[in-house]
Every structure is written in structure tokens, then in C-alpha cells.
């Protein structure tokens, strides 16, 4: 039989590897898309991966793309939320708008999507939802504290889920990768420069050091850390081990992180502190 999965943000990066990988393995993959040139690329990659546009922002797309999974099955194996974004700024003058949008789209699109897919999935006898987090969500990472609030409330909304669905066959993963080489930190620092463009003159000044630094650091992400295709590889594992755990950190930098918030937060602030002191300056 076979086991339909909906894998969300899949145009580029990891939910392209990932739907890539799934498709080869046997999976049927809806992998969301919200551009044609994208659907089309999709569709040339494999014959099991079947392009989807969905906006998870917007109830009216979702409901449209689970219309269009329905003209070929009732029923779904996992959901793969992956689309999301990272916004940047600081607190102390980010305007609530940008935070708004993060969440919109990491948290909240999320959560739209899986009430749609929750019908789908109560007649399985095992089913999943993965959630890509970050090593974000431990909350270390000055500057980019949208993005690693959104991580960390997707993470515990969907702990919520598995302690109050009446599903026992649904398991609810997250995944929490360190740095990825993907295209979303190209993506994320110009939308963080255009978010950054609001901010009043006062905090551009303030912080202009901590702005340099932040897009430089982003920009190099898009070349160095994980190879997509190793996350691509812990979601197959994730969709086909029996008993998978609950959380999985991936990179060196996502184990660093989590045991960095197994120490007291007035020791890791410090720490923290420090180490940004340094590398700006």
C-alpha cells in the first residue's frame, strides 16, 4: 500500500532533499510549492513526487492543497512541516509586524496545516508528523530572537498535540538541525535587511556593529555546515523506524546548543555574551 507523506517548503533545500529521498525510497510525496518554476522542477525529479501549491500562511491555500491530496488518496502516512523563515532583530526595537510575520509562518502555518492533516491520518495505523526545528529554539542566539522563539513554540505546541490527541497511532518528531547550507539564509538576510530598513535611526546606529555581523555570519551559512541531503536522511529514518524519539539534534553546533541549555541562564548569558563580544569586537 502505499504511504503518502506532505512535505511543506519543499522548492528548494532540505524539503527538496527530503522529498527527493522519500520519493526514491518508494514514498508518494506532496511536496508544497507556492511557484510554478518550482512545480515544474519538482515534477521532473522523480515520478512519485507530486507537486502541491500551498501557502501556509493562508487558510484558503491550504484548504485548496488538501483538496488537491484528497483527488488521490484519504489517507496520509506523516506531514513534514518544513516551510519556515528566519527573521532577525533586536528586541529592544523590532517592530512587532516582523514578529507577527515570523510566526505566521513558522508557528502558526505549521499548526494550520497539521488540523488539516489530522483528518487524514486517523484510519492509519501508524502515522507522523515531523517538525524541522532548529538548534534555535534553545534560545542562545542573540539577534535572531523571532526565529528562535518561532522554534521553540512549534516545538511545544506540538508537545501539546501528542499529550492531548486521541490518536495513539500519530508520533509527533522534531528535528533540530544546526547550521544547514540552504537557501534560506539567503532568503532570511534579505528579508532581515528589509525588516531592518523599518527600524528607527537610533537602533540602526546602536546596533549597526551586531547588523554587520549578523548578515556576514547568515551569508556564510549558505556555504558551510550540514549537506541537506543529512537531514533528508534523518526524516526517512524518522518515517520508517518503529519507535522513533521524540527530539533528534543533528550537527555538532545543535548538540553544543542543547547542552548549553542544560546550564543555568544567568551561566549561559554570560557565555554567550562573552563569545559575541569577541567575534564582533
Known sequence: MDKYVLITGSSSGLGKSAAQKLAQEGFKVFAGVRKQEDKQALEQLHSNIIPVFIDVTSDESVNRAFEKIKEHTDK????VNNAGVALAGPVEYIPVDILKKQFDINVFGAIRTAQKALPFMRDIDDCRIVNISSMASYGIFPFISPYCVSKRALDMFFNFLTLECKMPNLKVVSIKPGVVSTPIWNKSVDASLKNLENLCEEGKKKYAKEFDFLMKNALKNTEKG??????????????TVKNPELSYNIGKDSVFARLMSYLPVKISNSLVKAGLKNRIG
Open 226 to 239: 550540514l549537506n541537506p541531503q543529512d537531514i533528508a536522511e534523518l526524516v526517512f529514518k524518522v518515517l
Open 76 to 79: 496520509l502516512f506523516a506531514l
